[in-house]
């Protein structure tokens, strides 16, 4: 039998990604920190990192956290806002030649809804990403951690863009199907699953307990079983993010249901990752004989 050639760009809704695997927002600055280090050929796309209405300086230091498999982040959405990122960061962006993804948040519903109005005048911006799911801010307007606040921030923005709108899920849920199929029924043309775990740090030097959102490969387990569950039970495509660190996690989650993978905290310790998650794709779909990821998406789950 011919082997064919593989192909390994997604479209996912109609997002055309370069690659399947994407960076975390957060890790990768708008794009431009980790030039030097990582090959970008190997991502699907560029996220950026959260940006809100107005500069934000973020939370006070300390505010990351080293654990013994993963972090612990509070940074709080620290960003130049959207106007300095329009006119600093944007114009280099589109000259990289990738998608760009563009991650949006904030505390009120009006000011994410100001921002996305600017961004959504823009040359170069493939998708937004809503970014309700920060655990690290305070903020009772807007979460991801309840399924009618997620369905009014979804379809409020829903109205103001037609570009591809990724809703960014909360792990800190009893159900994370509620919210996934909330953003959905909202207009979300695809989820992202998730964002970073509710923990607690104490700091013996200082004598001092922090709280922070927990990434890295610990999440792994019960992240992929988000995706393993939003997958039955919600139709559109998922991006599995968190707790990613090597070409069999990355393969697990799209047989859990991914349609792309996010890589975030292990993207930083090890620069070459998205090099290796992609060439071990190819192997395995060579092994198969099949051309695309698509044709192993959810292959190890049922749709309900
Ligand atoms: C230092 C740091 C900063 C982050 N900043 C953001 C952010 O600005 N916006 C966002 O949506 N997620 C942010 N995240 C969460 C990541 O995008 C990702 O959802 C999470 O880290 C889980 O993936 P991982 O285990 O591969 O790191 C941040 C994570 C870390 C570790």
Same mark, same amino acid.
């Given at each position: 039998?011919?082997e064919?050639t ?6 996912? *809704?109609?997002? &055309?990604?370069? !690659?399947?695997?994407?960076?975390? #927002? ?11 280090t990582?090959d970008y050929?190997?991502? $699907?796309a560029?996220?950026?990192? !959260?940006?809100?209405w !107005? ?5 006070p230091?300390?505010?990351? &956290?080293?654990?013994?498999?993963g972090?612990?982040n =509070? ?24 998608p760009?993804?563009? =991650?949006?948040g $904030?505390w009120k ?5 100001? *921002? ?5 005048n ?10 309700? =799911?920060?655990?690290?801010?305070k903020?009772k ?5 309840? =399924?009618? #606040?997620?369905?009014? %921030? ?27 199929k909330?953003?959905?029924?909202a207009? %979300?043309?695809?989820?992202? %699953? $998730?964002?970073?775990? /509710? @923990?607690l740090?104490?700091? &013996? ?6 709280? @922070?959102?927990i #990434?890295g ?8 079983? @988000?995706?393993?569950e939003?997958?039955? /039970?919600t139709?559109?495509?998922?991006i ?8 069999k996690?990355a ?6 249901? %991914? ?6 905290t292990h993207l930083?310790?090890?620069p ?8 071990f794709?190819i192997?395995?779909l /060579? ?7 698509? *044709?192993?998406? @959810?292959? /190890?789950?049922?749709?309900?």
């Open positions: 039998m011919a064919k593989i192909d390994l760009r997604v479209k996912i *809704s109609r997002l &055309w990604l370069d !690659t399947p695997i994407i960076p975390a #927002s957060g890790v990768f600055g708008y794009g431009d920190e980790l030039v030097d990582i050929r190997f991502l $699907g560029i996220v950026t990192k !959260t940006l809100t !107005t500069e934000t300086p973020g939370n230091q300390p505010r990351i &956290w080293e654990l013994e498999n972090l612990m =509070s940074i709080g959405l620290q960003n130049i806002g959207v106007k300095r990122f329009c006119e600093e960061k944007l114009p280099q962006l589109r000259r990289m030649g990738k760009v993804i563009v =991650s949006v $904030g519903l009006d000011d994410i809804a100001k *921002s996305i109005k600017i961004l959504d823009q040359q170069g911006i493939s998708a937004f990403e809503l970014n309700l =799911s920060c655990p690290n801010i903020t307007q807007i979460t991801a951690e309840n =399924s009618a #606040s997620v369905f009014k %921030a979804v379809k409020a923005i829903r109205k103001l863009t037609r570009k591809t709108l990724i809703a960014k899920l909360s792990p800190n849920v009893a159900d994370i199907c509620e919210t996934g909330a953003a959905e029924e207009g %979300a043309d695809i989820l992202c %699953a $998730g964002n970073t775990f /509710k @923990g740090y104490y700091d &013996w030097r200082l004598e001092k307990f922090y709280t @922070g959102g #990434s490969s610990m999440i792994f387990p019960m992240v992929c079983r @988000g995706v393993f939003l997958y039955k /039970k139709s559109i495509p998922i599995g993010l968190g707790g990613i660190n090597s070409e996690r393969l697990e989650m799209v047989f859990a249901g %991914a349609s792309a993978i996010g890589i975030g930083v310790i090890m070459n990752l998205a090099e290796r998650i992609y060439k794709f192997e395995y /060579k092994k198969l004989n099949k051309s695309r990821l698509s *044709s192993i998406v @959810g292959m /190890k789950n049922e749709k309900e």
